[in-house]
């Protein structure tokens, strides 16, 4: 469980001791809060007192705790836009600050973004601000009125950042192009894995498949992804309908929970999908990735995705929308792609790619490349440096 307060006063003994604030929306687990975690371990090996600061209940109390990584849950703060609750939040955010005297702080997703700036603003210690967008909010599919806000938003709050880090190039031109700009600078970091140690903890074939209930002999397409509406798994759904009906030896499975969980248990009942298996959340997700003949992600819009690198790292081929990093990802090396990108909200176009790679007997190139590709440009010291260095300017 997380704590419910960090120490009001530092120790005169750890004075010197650099102290960094970690902060992000939400307590779910999902790439970001798996980069925080493992970037609060990093850091505390280095000797910096970390604090690892959420809202709501997830898996990310869990795993910071089975790393002896403090813990703050920010009773307030939620999801959606609540002008209440965000007030709430924000005065929760900044007396956290006051009390924690962090000397840098580093906020994580797009409310995040704007309520930590604010409350860093507003602090009695200004401790340095560096924003991590995974990706920018008033790019998704929304409603004009929200997306002029979060853009707005985004805006007015960037003096207050002295940087911000997109984590691949199309959002820091979309930043530039829009006017977000820090009063330090925006550099892109690209999210990166330490392969060696993700691969190693990776099942074989056999076991991964058993632990989740498919055939030996099957062709299987994975997905790992909560069920947001950005994720477009609900629209996916029909897509495995045709390819599912076609091939009785094809399975899909899902692993992921979220806000559309139970309309996607419902519509796949609806359409008598028997050979899709919905897994719900699980922990153990980033080590069954050996499950699959092909990783599909259908999102309608991404930052840098974690599973897309994930499953590149365990050598499965990609069919993924082009949206955010997807094509950037993939197609690192222009010879020798992970897999096949295909446009948005096109499920003809996304049906296509899945039965090419269900057929194509040299499948296993793109496998190859995208284990390449993360070993020569998407590595977990850059990432971590990277953000590293921005904390300490």
């Known amino acids: 469980m997380p704590e419910a307060k960090p120490q009001s006063i530092r120790p005169a003994m750890t004075e010197k001791t650099e102290h960094i604030l970690l902060l992000v929306t939400q307590a779910d687990?999902?790439?970001?809060?798996?980069?925080?975690?493992?970037?609060?371990?990093?850091?505390?090996?280095?000797g910096t007192e970390v604090l690892l600061a959420a809202g709501g209940e997830g898996e990310l109390w869990k795993r910071a705790a089975d790393l002896g990584i403090k813990t703050h849950k920010l009773s307030a703060l939620v999801r959606d836009m609540n002008p209440y609750r965000d007030w709430r939040a924000y005065?929760?955010?900044?007396?956290?600050?006051?009390?924690?005297?962090?000397?840098?702080?580093?906020?994580?997703?797009?409310?995040?973004?704007?309520?930590?700036?604010?409350?860093?603003?507003r602090s009695k210690t200004k401790p340095r601000v560096v924003y991590r967008i995974g990706g920018w909010a008033f790019l998704e599919p929304i409603?004009?009125?929200?997306?002029?806000?979060?853009?707005?938003?985004?805006?007015?709050?960037a003096p207050l950042k002295d940087v911000i880090i997109t984590v691949h190039p199309g959002d820091e031109v979309a930043a530039d192009r829009l006017g977000i700009k820090p009063r330090g600078r925006i550099t892109t970091v690209a999210n990166g894995l330490d392969l060696d140690d993700f691969t190693g903890r990776l099942l074989p074939r056999g076991q991964a498949?058993?632990?989740?209930?498919?055939?030996?002999?099957?062709?299987?397409?994975?997905?790992?992804?909560?069920?947001?509406?950005t994720k477009g798994l609900l629209p996916y759904l029909d897509v495995l309908k045709t390819i599912l009906d076609a091939d009785p030896k094809s399975y899909a499975?899902?692993?992921?929970?979220?806000?559309?969980?139970?309309?996607?248990?419902?519509?796949c009942d609806r359409l008598g999908l028997k050979r899709l298996i919905l897994t719900g959340q699980r922990s153990d997700a980033n080590r069954l990735y050996r499950a699959f003949d092909t990783f599909v992600l259908p999102?309608?819009?991404?930052?840098?995705?974690?599973?897309?690198?994930?499953?590149?790292?365990?050598?499965?081929?990609?069919?993924?929308?082009?949206?955010?990093?997807?094509?950037?990802?993939?197609?690192?090396?222009?010879?020798?792609p992970a897999g096949?990108?295909?446009?948005p909200q096109e499920p003809e176009k996304l049906r296509h790619a899945m039965e090419t790679m269900a057929t194509d007997?040299?499948?296993?190139?793109?496998?190859?490349?995208?284990?390449?590709?993360?070993?020569?440009?998407?590595?977990?010291?850059?990432?971590y440096h990277g953000n590293r260095e921005a904390l300490s300017g």
């Open 29 to 46: 687990w999902g790439g970001v809060q798996g980069f925080l975690v493992k970037f609060a371990a990093r850091l505390r090996q280095e």
């Open 91 to 121: 005065r929760e955010i900044k007396d956290l600050i006051d009390d924690f005297r962090p000397d840098a702080v580093h906020l994580n997703s797009s409310k995040m973004g704007v309520l930590g700036s604010l409350a860093a603003s």
């Open 143 to 157: 409603a004009g009125w929200k997306k002029w806000i979060y853009r707005t938003a985004e805006k007015l709050t």
């Open 209 to 229: 498949r058993e632990l989740l209930g498919l055939p030996d002999d099957a062709f299987v397409f994975g997905t790992v992804a909560n069920a947001y509406a």
């Open 253 to 267: 499975i899902i692993l992921g929970d979220g806000p559309e969980f139970k309309d996607l248990k419902s519509k």
């Open 299 to 336: 999102s309608v819009k991404e930052g840098m995705p974690w599973t897309v690198l994930e499953a590149m790292a365990a050598e499965v081929p990609i069919v993924a929308t082009d949206v955010g990093a997807c094509r950037w990802m993939t197609d690192a090396d222009a010879d020798r």
């Open 340 to 343: 096949i990108i295909v446009p």
């Open 361 to 383: 007997d040299g499948r296993r190139h793109f496998g190859e490349a995208g284990r390449r590709i993360i070993q020569d440009r998407f590595t977990w010291g850059k990432t």
